[in-house]
Nanobody
Framework: QVQLVESGGGLVQAGGSLRLSCATS????????MGWFRQAPGEEREFVSA????????KYADPVKGRFTISRDGAKNTVYLHMDSLKPEDTAVYYC????????????????????WGQGTQVTVSS
């Protein structure tokens, strides 16, 4: 049974920080690229960040560059998203995703480039 379990979401004031975690089980996710998407109410799911299986390469969406950091712990089969300087427009449900490739998909920013999705964790940033 493949499982992705996100945690760490919550309510935070603008300018604050949160760290999201995505714990994986049921597969050797340490061998695959992973990432994060988000979806705000009434909006399409959008790419946030992605990381290769080794952690050697990362990608970020322009709105979060310089504020968010993605990382992974292979021993724990966990990927993290550290979010600093949060803004109200970061409010969304954040989803952890896993690719079937070690490396970032060519279209790493597309939701259909990923094969597994977590259930999501809510992040709310108040102004």
């Amino acid at each position: 049974q493949v499982q992705l379990v996100e945690s760490g979401g919550g309510l935070v004031q603008a300018g604050g920080s949160l760290r999201l975690s995505c714990a994986t089980s049921g597969r050797a996710f340490g061998q695959y690229a992973m990432g994060w998407f988000r979806q705000a109410p009434g909006e399409e799911r959008e790419f946030v960040s992605a990381i290769t299986w080794s952690g050697g390469s990362t990608k970020y969406a322009d709105p979060v560059k310089g504020r968010f950091t993605i990382s992974r712990d292979g021993a724990k089969n966990t990927v993290y998203l550290h979010m600093d300087s949060l803004k109200p427009e970061d409010t969304a449900v954040y989803y952890c995703v896993v690719s079937s490739s070690r490396y970032l998909p060519t279209s790493y920013y597309r939701p259909d480039s990923y094969d597994y999705w977590g259930q999501g964790t809510q992040v709310t940033v108040s102004s």
